[in-house]
Nanobody
Framework: QVQLVESGGGLVQPGGSLRLSCAAS????????MGWYRQAPGKERELVAI???????TYADSVKGRFTIFRDGAKNTVYLQMNNLKPEDTAVYLC??????????WGQGTQVTVSS
């Protein structure tokens, strides 16, 4: 079981930037995957970005070149840097950390709104 605390969401103009943070209650080095998902009203939940302790990353096509997922092991925190935000990025963003067969835990979600 990993307790997750998210922060960094808010209201931003198109073209602006936000950085989301997800702080874990224990070391993240034992976690297999760390990821960000998003859910917009009336739409399917989608994977935004994932990071594995093997060093690989995967991004949704819609965010490639704009979003970056990275971690700070000393702070037990995973981040999502979001640049050049678009209105279609508006959603609740959820942090996920998983170790296969051990835990699969989620944050409470943080609202990101991109609006002129």
């Amino acid at each position: 079981q990993v307790q997750l605390v998210e922060s960094g969401g808010g209201l931003v103009q198109p073209g602006g930037s936000l950085r989301l943070s997800c702080a874990a209650s224990r070391s993240i080095f034992s976690i297999n995957t760390m990821g960000w998902y998003r859910q917009a009203p009336g739409k399917e939940r989608e994977l935004v970005a994932i990071f594995t302790n093997g060093g690989s990353t995967t991004y949704a096509d819609s965010v490639k070149g704009r979003f970056t997922i990275f971690r700070d092991g000393a702070k037990n925190t995973v981040y999502l840097q979001m640049n050049n935000l678009k209105p279609e990025d508006t959603a609740v963003y959820l942090c996920n950390m998983r170790r296969a067969g051990v835990y699969d835990d989620w944050g409470q979600g943080t609202q990101v709104t991109v609006s002129s």
